[in-house]
């Protein structure tokens, strides 16, 4: 799940999930959807990737055996 990934990213570069939205200008209530399933836009998929230094396969768990 995307949300999984993303946290896992975040706790790696020593950040929070809520502090990467405000960052990228985002509501902290856009974590919320997250966090149920939904994903955000490609542009802020491609953001994040950007900032994480990660790929969107990687964001959306698809480079991931299993």
């Known amino acids: 799940m995307f949300y999984d990934q993303l946290k896992k990213v975040c706790k790696e570069n020593n950040t929070t999930v809520t502090q990467l939205a405000?960052?990228?200008g985002l509501t902290t209530g856009v974590t919320g959807h997250w966090s149920r399933g939904g994903t955000p836009s490609v542009n802020v998929?491609?953001?994040i990737a950007k900032r994480f230094n990660v790929s969107l396969d990687y964001l959306l768990e698809m480079d991931e055996e299993g």
């Open 22 to 24: 405000r960052d990228l």
């Open 45 to 47: 998929l491609k953001e």
